[in-house]
């Protein structure tokens, strides 16, 4: 019997295919079990809910910052913008920019590139 008679014949072919469905049907077995026992230790860390603690009442948190006294900011963003201009070529005075509002840009330095 020569190589490729044997490689071909139906039992050959018959054991190859079993040999594959085995291993794929082991393979899928395992990741389903694997993921009942992911889902099991979820269940399992869960902590036990206490019971409902008395409610306290909420303090009133202090006002942050004295919102009157921010002329020093004010002054460092029309510092920044009066140099801005300068770089583009546009000379402004500091006492012709009006400030109406400041947003902070919640971007990275990637985002930004």
Same mark, same amino acid.
């Given at each position: 019997m020569d190589l @490729?008679?044997? !490689?071909?014949? /139906?039992?050959?072919?018959?054991?190859?295919?079993?040999?594959? *469905?085995?291993?794929?049907?082991?393979?899928?077995?395992?990741?389903? @079990?694997?993921? !009942?026992?992911? /889902?099991?230790?979820?269940?399992?860390?869960?902590?036990?809910? *206490?019971?409902?603690?008395?409610?306290?009442?909420?303090?009133?948190?202090?006002?942050?910052?004295?919102e009157a006294d921010d002329t020093e900011l004010v002054a460092v963003i029309a510092a920044a913008i009066c140099a801005y201009e300068a770089a583009q070529g546009n000379a402004v005075s500091p006492d012709s920019l009006v400030v109406r509002s400041i947003r902070k840009v919640n971007k990275s330095k990637w985002q930004n590139a």
């Open positions: @490729l008679s044997f !490689c071909l014949s /139906a039992k050959t072919m018959e054991r190859a295919g079993l040999n594959t *469905a085995l291993g794929i049907g082991i393979v899928f077995l395992m990741l389903i @079990l694997i993921s !009942c026992i992911i /889902a099991l230790l979820k269940l399992a860390n869960r902590p036990a809910k *206490a019971a409902p603690a008395a409610k306290e009442p909420v303090k009133q948190a202090a006002p942050a910052a004295d």
